[in-house]
């Protein structure tokens, strides 16, 4: 198979002529995100921090692909390949899915709290 681009991605970068989508963790469960890489080699980052689980998940995935989105259009324009080459419906799901597993996490973490919190002192012992 032969490689005619010649734009210094690695034959096997994520974003190499598609979109690829990679969700960040971190190590506080408050703060997520998601890098997107794009068609033409380029990479979004797209990150948030908060202390209650994000909803409504689709309308927030909305909005974080339309501002990826607007991003690209104010730099490059409508015809460029990072607009045209992209299903942006499969982004969005994709983003939901990201918002939904960071929201299951911060759940978890949110329960864990408030169980230790209001534990006996044997259930903390237990807990911890």
């Known amino acids: ?3 005619d681009r010649n734009d210094g991605l690695h034959p096997r970068h994520p974003g190499r002529g598609k979109c690829s989508l990679i969700r960040m963790d971190s190590d506080e469960v ?3 995100g998601f890098s997107i890489f794009l068609p033409s080699g ?3 980052v797209c990150h ?4 209650k689980p994000i909803t409504p998940t689709l309308e927030a995935a909305k909005d974080y692909t339309a501002k990826v989105a607007q991003d690209i259009l104010e730099q490059r ?3 460029h390949i990072d607009i045209q080459g992209v299903n942006w419906t499969s982004v ?3 983003v ?3 918002i939904m597993d960071f929201n299951d996490r911060l759940q978890k973490a949110i329960n ?17």
Request: hydrophobic fraction near 30%.
């Open 1 to 3: 198979m032969s490689d």
């Open 112 to 128: 864990r709290k408030m169980s230790i919190e209001f534990a006996t002192p044997q259930e903390r012992r237990w807990l911890s």
């Open 30 to 32: 408050e703060e997520g």
């Open 77 to 79: 324009g409508v015809g």
């Open 92 to 94: 969005t799901a994709a």
């Open 96 to 98: 939901q899915r990201i």
């Open 42 to 44: 380029d990479t979004k």
């Open 48 to 51: 948030w921090r908060t202390t």
